[in-house]
């Protein structure tokens, strides 16, 4: 007989009511508030029925990790401390997933790549870990400053990766994740990557829902993989896949379960794009130009096509929100039209354009620039300006503004 | 777990694996006086093992299980060499993840066990080589004593990195000639048990694995003590005979030898007040039990 307990509808310790998500998101009612990005993220914490948080300090994502160390003082997460590296706090985010509960990091640059080895084992061992990522500079000489590029090592580990525009997707996002992360045919770790800084130390209007209604609990029992905390029987579990062997089964073991995790990968899409009403955002496609971008060189571009605008030239937009699953057809399908492709972002090496080249045909059409690195801004005008000399147009030169 | 939950529904037995229905029929789990003699009597926590014939190593991990106070409730944390060959034929939930991350990993799984079974026993326990303990993982193992995390650690000491074939390690002795220590290591044994008392454990042990009553007697302290107070540690030496050029037969007298008075694995032994006192109790608790069962028996003769 099917299990009819819910907890829908009962409240938790802090008197919050546990919510149908779905309704919490889209039908609950919305209150406008004045926030930077790291209080943002402690609100949708405050929300998120969250068991586990683990801290460290990195610049720029600090005061967010703080901040939801205030909410445990409060009583709204089970467990927070401060680990002593960003390796042993991915491990030690592991070792509470494998417990059965649901966790919760922030990380940023540095740090970032400090913990790298830990990812691919969170995919691997299915742990539905969320990981906010405050991108910044990761090149020596130290910079703190804004910079994209670790998101490009990120993008092989099995980990679900989405790129935040502003504060409003991250509370949206970090919510809606983990109704993806803990879906049992997906059950995967979420890279939620912003731009620092940009999001996480600006102010904006963002639409928080009532703080009276949180997430339904994680239920680690929905889990394709055995839960470790010996409330299932134990016999000759073997977790890890075979190790050492030099044999065909052990291989087509380890062969298969990769192809498993990206498979799962694979299966996020569908509730991703009902989610986040698609992984991709796009307006006027039809143009000829088209901006393809993630993170806030979306919102440079949005202010290149206003300019643009202002003197005639039609320019569409494609905000690329979700970066794996990659959402390859619908790219192809949003820049069918366009003859230029333009991609600006904040890294030097540009690889939201190549992953965009290796999905379209005529991947001449794009344009892998402008970008910026090491913390630069991307003023609109360098994207009007590269885009009007790709047109053949004589563009004014940037000094001349003055 | 209860052990109620290990029970196989009659229509599914004849498919159950035979270790199954062997755990089943003649497991120790929810035995109150469970220990080494029950090795042979019962279904032991280890099906088979794929290390070197005589390998005290393997002798060690069955000492160990059959010692462990609750494992029903246990979960065990490994880590990557000899012992992450054993791990998943043992029969309680245990968890590989990386090298030298164990500590990190229990410190993140008994903080969850605690949110999810408030008021309910879940022990961890740690189990990793001495590359993974030592030198890889030495931040971690350290830093989850600082933080006074509950659950114990135990090192299995052979002295060098034996699954990738005997290279020097931080517990090695000094002098000895091992593969990337071609002229001898050049350093002394890192003298962890003492560090392990610095860094806040409440219960260090360091000695063989010769004796099972001694191990069981070790267990079984340093996972209570781990459950009521904090950190404790336990360095058992287990020679990888392989690699020191042993025989099969060579490993029980390899240890013998290593743990008289004046060698390197003369048993030693810290307790911090909390746990000498908690020990006390247990013992007085223990003595009142045997006291009142002698009695309820003098009732039934």
């Not at chain 1, 099917?2 to 209150?31: L, Y």
């Amino acid at each position: 007989m099917a299990d009819t307990h819910s907890v829908i509808g009962t409240k938790n310790k802090k008197g919050q009511t546990f919510t149908d998500t779905w309704k919490m998101m889209n039908e609950a009612p919305r209150t406008p508030s004045f926030y930077t990005g790291s209080e943002v993220i402690k609100e949708a914490l405050r929300r998120a029925s969250c068991d586990v948080m683990i801290a460290y300090p990195i610049t720029p994502q600090s005061e967010a990790a703080a901040l939801i160390g205030e909410l445990f003082a409060e009583g709204y997460i089970g467990d927070y401390f401060r680990g002593e590296s960003e390796f042993a706090v991915m491990s030690q985010c592991a070792g509470a997933a494998f417990g059965g509960a649901r966790v919760f990091t922030t990380t940023a640059g540095p740090g970032t790549m400090r913990a790298m080895e830990n990812f691919p084992m969170w995919s691997g061992a299915r742990l539905p870990i969320q990981m906010i990522v405050t991108c910044r500079g990761i090149n020596s000489p130290l910079s703190i400053q804004p910079d994209t590029l670790e998101i490009a090592y990120l993008l092989n580990t099995g980990m679900l990766v989405w790129h935040a525009e502003t504060a409003q997707d991250f509370f949206d996002w970090i919510l809606m994740g983990y109704m993806v992360s803990e879906e049992p045919d997906v059950h995967l770790p979420l890279a939620l990557c912003c731009d620092g800084f940009f999001v996480t130390h600006t102010k904006d209007v963002v639409n928080l829902t009532p703080a009276d209604m949180c997430l339904p609990p994680y239920d680690p029992y929905r889990s394709p993989v055995p839960c470790m905390d010996m409330e299932c029987p134990p016999v000759r579990m073997m977790r890890d896949p075979f190790v050492m062997k030099s044999n065909y089964i052990s291989y087509a073991t380890h062969a298969s379960w990769q192809q498993e995790v990206w498979a799962a990968v694979e299966r996020s899409r569908k509730h991703t794009i009902k989610w986040l009403n698609g992984l991709i955002e796009t307006e006027n496609t039809d143009a000829e130009v088209i901006i393809v971008a993630s993170g806030t060189a979306v919102s440079q571009g949005r202010e290149a096509i206003r300019l643009l605008e202002d003197e005639g030239i039609r320019c569409g937009l494609v905000k690329v929100k979700v970066l794996r699953p990659w959402p390859g057809e619908e790219i192809r399908e949003a820049t069918k039209n366009a003859k230029h492709i333009i991609v600006p972002e904040f890294n030097v090496t540009g690889w939201l354009a190549k992953e965009i080249k290796a999905t379209i045909p005529n991947s001449e059409r794009v344009h892998a620039g402008p970008r910026v690195c090491g913390g630069m801004t991307m003023p609109p005008e360098i994207i009007v300006s590269e885009i009007k000399t790709l047109l053949g147009m004589t563009t004014v030169s940037m000094a001349t503004r003055g | 777990m209860s052990k109620e939950r290990i029970k196989i529904s009659e229509d599914l037995y004849d498919i159950m694996p035979s270790d199954y229905q062997d755990l089943v029929k003649s497991a120790t789990y929810g035995k109150e006086d469970r220990g080494w003699k029950d090795i042979g009597n019962s279904k032991e926590l280890i099906e088979q093992h794929s290390l070197c014939a005589g390998c005290p190593e393997s002798m060690a991990f069955r000492y160990i299980l059959a010692s462990l106070p609750n494992p029903e409730d246990t979960v065990m944390v490994g880590s990557t060499g000899c012992t992450s060959l054993v791990f998943p034929m043992v029969a309680v939930h245990n968890i590989h993840s990386l090298f030298g991350n164990q500590n990190a990993i229990a410190s993140g799984l008994k903080r969850a066990l605690s949110v999810r079974f408030p008021g309910r026993t879940k022990d961890v326990v740690v189990l990793a080589g001495d590359g993974a303990t030592v030198d890889i993982g030495l931040d971690m193992t350290l830093q989850a004593w600082f933080r006074q995390e509950k659950f114990t650690t135990i090192c299995f000491d052979n002295e060098l990195y034996a699954n990738t074939g005997g290279q020097e390690s931080g517990l090695m002795q000094k002098g000895f000639v091992a593969k990337m220590a071609p002229v001898g290591k050049l350093f002394d044994k890192v003298r962890l048990p003492e560090i392990a008392r610095e860094s806040g454990c409440h219960y260090v042990v360091q000695c063989t694995v010769s004796k099972p009553s001694l191990i069981e007697k070790v267990i079984k302290n340093a996972v209570m003590i781990a459950r009521e107070i904090g950190p404790t540690y336990l360095q058992l030496y287990t020679p990888c005979i392989l690699e020191i050029g042993k025989n099969s037969m060579e490993g029980l007298q390899e240890m013998r030898d290593s743990e008289k008075p004046t060698e390197r694995f003369a048993y030693k032994e810290y307790i911090s007040e909390p746990a000498k006192q908690l020990l006390a109790e247990m013992a007085a608790k223990d003595k009142e039990k045997k006291a009142a069962a002698k009695q309820l028996a003098a009732q039934g003769a």
